[in-house]
């Protein structure tokens, strides 16, 4: 709380004063989700340590991946990574809905700073923790026998494709924090997060699936970025044929983009109307 009240009353007029003093709101606001990394690291290693639970489970108890030519491991990491981009959800509500609840928000309006900032700063971080996930599951990845194979250009545009659903990600946590407003409403949310995480590619080809079942993966917004980040770090997958899977990399952009377009205006008009 004590970096957030350090911010500073908007100074003269002009476009690059004002762009100047919401960047130093927005990094204030950044800093004092960082501090609480700091005051709780339990919190932190649990985000980072339960996605690589599951990876080692479906990798050597459940068998993820199984049918798929080649080694199973190179199909199952990538969508690992593309699950945990997304089920990053509830920790975004869970941070909200707990300075709703306390009323940190609306002490944070009442500031002369930047209406947006608060946002931008929830944003920032949760990006960065997200950017650390990925390097963790990376790892753990490359350990337990998954390579990739395009070179490091291939990688790095799977990475901004695993980043970009995070994001869109992102911005549907705050919408639904803000209209639900209570910590224990985030339950209900991860009821519906786990069944649109399995009901993807991420651990099966749809080609095993009954076909109706395979058609609704295959256009599942997570199956499009698994099956995208497959094909540019050259890991088998499981390729079907159809649509949506010639076309994964375009899916894998448009998908989060018109998730942020619906999502992102919805939650700043949701948090410029929270009372004060």
Do not use: C
Not at 149 to 168: Q, S, T
């Amino acid at each position: 709380m004590s970096a957030a009240t350090t911010t500073a009353v908007p100074g003269p007029d002009g476009a690059a004063s004002r762009l100047g003093w919401a960047l130093a709101d927005s990094w204030t606001m950044t800093r004092r989700e960082l501090a609480h990394w700091a005051r709780q690291p339990v919190a932190v290693l649990v985000n980072l340590v339960f996605p690589v639970m599951l990876l080692l489970m479906f990798t050597y108890l459940v068998g993820g991946g199984r049918g798929v030519p080649g080694d199973p491991t190179e199909y199952l990491v990538p969508g690992m990574l593309a699950l945990t981009m997304a089920f990053g959800l509830e920790g975004t509500m869970l941070a909200v809905t707990q300075d709703l609840g306390k009323g940190v928000i609306d002490r944070f309006r009442s500031m002369p700073m930047v209406p947006g900032a608060v946002l931008v700063g929830r944003s920032a971080a949760d990006m960065l923790q997200s950017v650390l996930s990925l390097a963790v599951m990376t790892g753990v990845g490359y350990a337990v026998g998954w390579r990739w194979h395009n070179g490091a250009a291939a990688a790095l545009g799977a990475v901004g494709l695993l980043l970009l659903l995070r994001f869109a990600m992102l911005w549907v946590g705050i919408q639904l924090a803000m209209v639900a407003g209570r910590p224990e409403m985030v339950t209900a949310v991860q009821i519906l997060v786990w069944p649109v995480g399995f009901l993807s590619n991420v651990f099966a080809t749809p080609a095993s699936m009954p076909g109706w079942l395979g058609a609704v993966v295959e256009w599942n917004p997570m199956s499009a970025t698994a099956t995208a980040v497959r094909d540019l770090f050259g890991n088998p997958g499981g390729a079907t044929g159809s649509w949506a899977a010639e076309h994964a990399e375009l899916l894998a952009v448009l998908w989060p983009v018109a998730i942020i377009a619906v999502f992102f205006p919805l939650a700043v008009r949701k948090f410029a109307r929270l009372s004060r």
